[in-house]
């Protein structure tokens, strides 16, 4: 009983305030500041669930992140498309798990080989 006068009165006096929660029209309740709750969407990942509805989440999020690196470290055409003939099974299935490793493995050499010549220069 002790306790729980002693966090009435910590309560009353300001020292725990509670976050201010605003109303939301949905069964969830209160939000803290109006934000949604839940990850931000995106528009990517979407897609390619949509593209690929076979595959689990983290596989998507693995081909994801490979054409991701691919696009950010802007490696040319032709090196992402020996990427993809690397990584693709005799069935024509893509194996992800390893297109993702070949893209990291690729991005970096062309950015390392990328800010190598500029040195050079």
Same mark, same amino acid.
């Given at each position: 009983m002790g306790s729980v006068n002693a966090a009435k009165r910590s309560d009353a006096t300001g020292l725990?305030?509670?976050p201010r929660l605003k109303p939301m029209s949905?069964?969830?309740g209160f939000v803290?500041?109006?934000r949604k709750p839940g990850r931000p969407r995106n528009e990517v990942l979407a897609h390619l669930r949509s593209l690929f509805p076979e595959y689990s989440e983290r596989t998507v999020a693995r081909l994801h992140r490979g054409? $991701?690196?691919l696009a950010w470290g802007e490696v040319p055409d032709e090196v992402q498309q020996r990427v993809l003939k690397r990584c693709t099974r005799p069935n024509g299935s893509?194996?992800?798990a390893e297109f993702k490793r070949s893209a990291e493995d690729v991005a970096v050499a062309h950015l390392l080989d990328a800010a190598?010549? $500029?040195l050079v220069r």
């Open positions: 725990n305030p509670k949905c069964s969830l803290p500041d109006g054409l $991701d690196l893509l194996n992800v190598f010549r $500029d």
